[in-house]
T-cell receptor
Framework: SQTIHQWPATLVQPVGSPLSLECTVE??????LYWYRQAAGRGLQLLFY??????ISSEVPQNLSASRPQDRQFILSSKKLLLSDSGFYLC????????????FGSGTQLSVL | KQEVTQIPAALSVPEGENLVLNCSFT??????LQWFRQDPGKGLTSLLL?????REQTSGRLNASLDKSSGRSTLYIAASQPGDSATYLC??????????????FGPGTSLSVIP
């Protein structure tokens, strides 16, 4: 069966520090991968999505970046965090060829202080 | 550009009531529509997926319908229970020409079922 792992679960970082959140998927190949952010009291904002290794689409201008070094690995990064980067970050995957549901990781609660 | 809205933003009902949550989208070129549930501080769980060629899907007490031409979907919850309390989100997977596109979420409806 397929599983998605996302870590860490919580993270407290000072302003200006770097960030690296990792997401891996098991039990499938060539998934579509997504990074979303959910700010307190707000909806899910799509940050990045990827249809294959090295293929990243960015949705909003920001100081975050994403990379997909392997088929089932998706990394969200920042060189210098801002206060406004605080939020709940969610990784997700699906396989469009079989019209499957979107599956989410358990999320990372990031607090930038 | 696809936009997804949900009405109402919040809903409070007594236990046992049947209820309907609404989702609207602006671009009918969709691949599928999904309804999700999110508990506070948790990830999202997919409840139902309706493909663009389908009109409805059912799972237990949940029934979701899709009307592409009018850009609407509804999630019907029968005989609501306190355990149904959560935020419900709808999401659209779009089609861009011949390729698949991103998944866009609505803002969600916060449901409280009062015992």
């Amino acid at each position: 069966s397929q599983t998605i792992h996302q870590w860490p679960a919580t993270l407290v970082q000072p302003v200006g520090s770097p960030l690296s959140l990792e997401c891996t998927v098991e039990g499938t190949s060539n998934p579509n991968l997504y990074w979303y952010r959910q700010a307190a009291g707000r909806g899910l904002q799509l940050l990045f999505y990827s249809v294959g290794i090295g293929q990243i689409s960015s949705e909003v201008p920001q100081n975050l970046s994403a990379s997909r070094p392997q088929d089932r690995q998706f990394i969200l990064s920042s060189k210098k965090l801002l206060l406004s980067d605080s939020g709940f970050y969610l990784c997700a995957w699906n396989r469009l060829a079989t019209n499957e549901k979107l599956f989410f990781g358990s999320g990372t609660q990031l607090s930038v202080l | 550009k696809q936009e997804v809205t949900q009405i109402p933003a919040a809903l409070s009902v007594p236990e046992g009531e049947n209820l309907v949550l609404n989702c609207s989208f602006t671009d009918s070129a969709i691949y599928n529509l999904q309804w999700f549930r999110q508990d506070p501080g948790k990830g999202l769980t997919s409840l139902l997926l309706i493909q663009s060629s389908q009109r409805e899907q059912t799972s237990g007490r949940l029934n979701a319908s899709l009307d592409k031409s009018s850009g609407r979907s509804t999630l019907y919850i029968a005989a609501s229970q306190p355990g149904d309390s959560a935020t419900y989100l709808c999401a659209i997977q779009s089609i861009k020409k011949t390729s698949y596109d991103k998944v866009i979420f609505g803002p969600g409806t916060s449901l409280s079922v009062i015992p």
